[in-house]
Structures are given as C-alpha cells and as structure tokens.
C-alpha cells in the first residue's frame, strides 16, 4: 500500500469546504479574479464547479472541459474560422493546465495525458497567432532544460523585456492572457518559464534543489540578452506567489537585471505554506523537489528560506511587491520585515482586505505593474527610495 501523502488526515476539511461553494473562492480567495484576468471564462468554471465532488474529482472535470474546447477549436479551423480557432485553443490548455497540476505524481498516465493536450494546444494557438509567440528550449545545468515562451512586442528594433516566473500552481501558459497582454501592448516582450520543478520541467524530470532555479533564471537572461529582439540593457524579472521569491533569487545573482517585481507575497518562512496552509500546497511542493520524505523536504526547506533571504540581502535592483493584507500565506507584519531588510530602492503596495491570490486587484494590479516595470527600466529608481503605500480596493 503507497505511503499517504504529507497531512493527509487533513483532506476530509478540503473536501468538506468545497462542497460549501460554488467555486475555489473558498480555497484560494480571490482566485476567480485571476483565472478571469488570464482567459479562463466564467461559464466554464462554472460549470466545472458543479460537478466537482471533491478534489480528487478536479482533474477529470478540467480535462472534460479542455476536451470540449479543443474539440471547438478544431471544427472552427475546419470551417476556416481561425481567430475564434485561437480563442478555443487558449481555453483547451489553460483547463488542461489545471487537470495536469492536481495529479502531482510523477508519470502518472493521466497527469501525462493532461500535459501533453496542454502543448498541442498551446502549439495550435502559436501557430494561428501569426508570430507573436515563440516557443524555446534553453539547457541550465548537466544537460537539464528549462522551457519558455516569447511573446513579442510589435515593431522591429531591440524592445525592454520581462522574464516572468509563475509560481508553485501555475505554468508557462497560463499567463499572459495572449489577447490582452500588458507587456506587449506597451512595447515590452515578456519570456515566460518553466523552471525546475514546474509544468514541462517536471513532466520531464527537471526538479527543483536549492538555488537551481536562479540558475535556470540565469541561463534564460543570457538567451534573451542575445536575442535580437531584446534590449539587454532593459530587463526585468517579475514573479507571482512563489515566483515571487524566485525573482529575488535570479536577480541577486545577475546585475543584467534593472527592474524586480514580486506579487501575491511568498516573503516569509515557509512555515505557513507548508505546515499551517491547506495541506495541497505542501504535497505539491514535494512533487516539485521530487522529495517524498517529510523530515527530508522538511530540512530542504529551512535550506530554501535561507537561500532566499541571502538572496534578499544582496538584492541591488529596483524592487516592487505588491500583496494583500489578507494574506494568508504572508502576513503583513512579515512582508514589512522583508522589506525592512532590503537595501535596494524598493516599493510596496499593500492592498486592503485582499488575499493572497489579489484576484479582488487584479484587474488594477497587473496593468499597473506593467506600468512601474516600463518606468523604473526607462527612468531607474534613486539610491535609498523607500515607498510604502496601504491601498484600499
């Protein structure tokens, strides 16, 4: 019999509080604001919600639902419909995204199954989006890749760039929204990744130790410093939720950087995340380190949040993170101690009421992220700036 995975005896308050609502809200509050900002429909999740029983039944109901919009994309390219084509290919993998992430145990069948619709459908929309999107596969360290997409900015000549990094429950594909990208609508390409441990990575067995993925960062800034496309001197590292960690790491470590910005705070020990928080976050970080012993991922991560805030001591960019004071994962009195630490030009946007997700801000928070990100590489910041501002909704 397999060993039960870590707090376990927990699930049963998981699965009773999903059967009090009609959407992951009760999870994750605030998360349906995001999914919006990123192309889910409303109509889909709401549907998907109503058959889910349970969290084992999530995966199943996201892959139906990823079927039935793959199946729409293609008729629409049969009857020559390309853009709407695009809009369903989107769809397809974002819900194929969702059912690959919540089966974290490596080759399994299903998990595979899922991974691979999310390619073939991303590949669809790449190939209907008329060149405005790239894939890359880009070799860190022993032979191991990380795996990116390019989303270019119209126009030709070297533009400023963002490498984005998605955080523990997100892959590359899932931001940004390709039809309403705040990068390059302002001029700017944005390179997603994959880094060890997330989406193609670790279907592919790249997982995560400490430090490895500030050397994937690393390995990305150089490809993107020789692409034509870029501006090496205008880039930008921006990371979500876990990803917000991963930006101080890659950025302490390569002055290439000009600009940092974290978002949906994870600035504080883990010990909220994976001992207190819903016990999903916890199982799924393993997954990523490839680490099935307690007391050993236990250990692997004191040594990350040691890392972590080494990194943050060394920080020299301009940084910015924007988080909720409701935040579940990262209390608000942690965020000012991180920020306290800091001695680069920093900012911190403190919204009220808001959870960890920001989905209540998102559609606020991400243009006027975009927005700092393009003044701070154009304008840079001054030695010993310090703005602290608490925003209320």
Not at 103 to 115: C, D, F, L, W, Y
Not at 235 to 241: D, E, N, R
Request: charge should be negative.
């Amino acid at each position: 019999m397999a060993s039960r995975a870590p707090r376990a005896g927990q699930n049963w308050i998981f699965d009773s509080l999903l059967k009090l609502t009609d959407n992951e809200d009760v999870l994750h509050p605030g998360i349906m604001g995001v999914r919006l900002e990123r192309g889910f429909k409303f109509a889909d999740m709401h549907r998907i919600f109503e058959k889910v029983s349970g969290r084992r039944s999530f995966p199943r109901e996201w892959s139906r639902a990823a079927a039935k919009q793959e199946k729409l994309a293609l008729d629409a390219v049969a009857s020559g419909h390309n853009v709407t084509a695009s809009q369903h290919f989107h769809r397809a993998a974002l819900y194929y995204g969702r059912a690959q992430h919540l089966i974290p145990v490596h080759g399994n069948s299903k998990k595979i199954e899922a991974h691979a619709g999310v390619i073939r459908n991303y590949d669809r929309l790449i190939e209907l989006m008329e060149g405005t999107i790239s894939r890359h596969i880009i070799e860190f360290e022993d032979g191991q890749n990380v795996y990116c997409l390019f989303h270019h900015a119209p126009g030709p000549g070297p533009k400023p760039t963002v490498l984005y990094l998605p955080g523990m429950d997100a892959i590359k594909e899932d931001s940004p929204n390709p039809f309403n990208n705040d990068y390059t609508r302002r001029g700017m390409n944005i390179c997603v990744m994959d880094g060890p441990g997330q989406g193609e990575c670790n279907i592919n067995a790249v997982w995560q130790t400490v430090g490895n993925y500030s050397k994937a960062g690393k390995a990305v800034i150089d490809f993107l410093c020789a692409h034509e496309a870029v501006d090496e001197n205008k880039i930008a590292v921006f990371g979500t939720s876990m990803g917000s960690r991963y930006s101080v790491e890659i950025s302490a470590h390569d002055e290439r950087v000009r600009a940092v910005v974290g978002q949906m705070a994870n600035v504080c020990p883990t010990e909220i995340i994976f001992n207190q928080a819903q016990p999903n976050f916890k199982r799924i970080y393993m997954y990523m380190t490839n680490i099935s012993d307690e007391r050993a991922f236990d250990q692997y991560a004191a040594e990350m949040d040691e890392f972590f805030f080494a990194a943050g001591d060394k920080l020299k960019a301009p940084y910015l993170l924007v988080a909720g004071d409701m935040d579940e994962l990262c209390p608000p009195e942690d965020v000012h101690a991180w920020m306290d630490r800091l001695n680069c030009p920093k900012e911190l946007w403190m919204y009220e009421d808001v959870f960890h997700p920001m989905g209540e801000v998102a559609a606020e928070i991400y243009p006027a992220i975009a927005d700092w990100i393009l003044d701070v590489l154009n304008n840079g910041l001054p030695d010993g700036h310090d703005k602290r501002e608490e925003r209320v909704p």
